[in-house]
């Protein structure tokens, strides 16, 4: 990693988190229930922590185009470190709030995996509008860009939202409230 760039540390975090929830997807037909039910809270626990990188990568882009100097100044490996630990430890303490207060825990979740969205809109908005105003920026550059942030953004929606619609559609069944029933 150069100095000064975070980006990097930030991909190959969500690499080895997309890494551990692929080997914890590949034995869940073929084990008994105590270790199947180990293997989904770590493959919950590694889908929150790729949804925060998402989000750090995406945040670490609009920041070197909309604010390139404080980026260059502020930024250091140090602070990436800090919030790769903040990324990894997140999770387990909302795990933790969602165990005390189990009512609340089937909010928590599809809460924290909702929060990212506006987020990616906003990086992908000001993004857009940074660099439509910049000049001395080469067009294949602003393409490649903009594209970083539509990919994190495409991403998301694909995989995550479903997911998130799922824990919302199996809590609003739960407590009678959905629409559709099943039989």
């Known amino acids: 990693v150069k100095r000064d760039q975070g980006a990097p540390v930030y991909v190959i975090n969500l690499l080895f988190a997309d ?12 084990l ?21 990188f998402m989000v750090c990568i995406s945040f670490e882009r609009y920041l070197v185009i ?42 928590i979740f599809p809460g924290f995996l909702l929060l990212p969205f506006p ?26 860009i903009v594209a970083i942030q539509v990919v994190v953004l495409l991403i998301y929606a694909l995989l995550y939202l479903p997911i998130i619609a799922q824990l919302l559609s199996f809590d609003l069944l739960d407590k009678g409230l959905g629409l559709v029933t099943l039989v």
């Open 19 to 30: 890494l551990i929830q692929l080997c914890t997807r590949i034995p869940m037909n073929s």
């Open 119 to 144: 987020l990616f809109i906003f990086f992908l908005v000001g993004t857009i509008k940074t660099l439509s105003g910049a000049l001395s920026v080469p067009a294949d550059e602003k393409r490649r």
């Open 66 to 107: 909309a604010m390139p100097l404080w980026y260059r100044f502020r930024r250091n490996i140090k602070t990436s470190v800090v919030v790769c630990v903040v990324v990894w430890a997140l999770p387990l303490l909302l795990s933790l709030f969602a165990f005390m207060l189990p009512v609340m825990g089937s909010y």
């Open 32 to 52: 008994s229930d105590d270790i199947l039910i180990v293997l989904i809270v770590i493959w919950y626990f590694c889908y929150f922590v790729s949804v925060g």
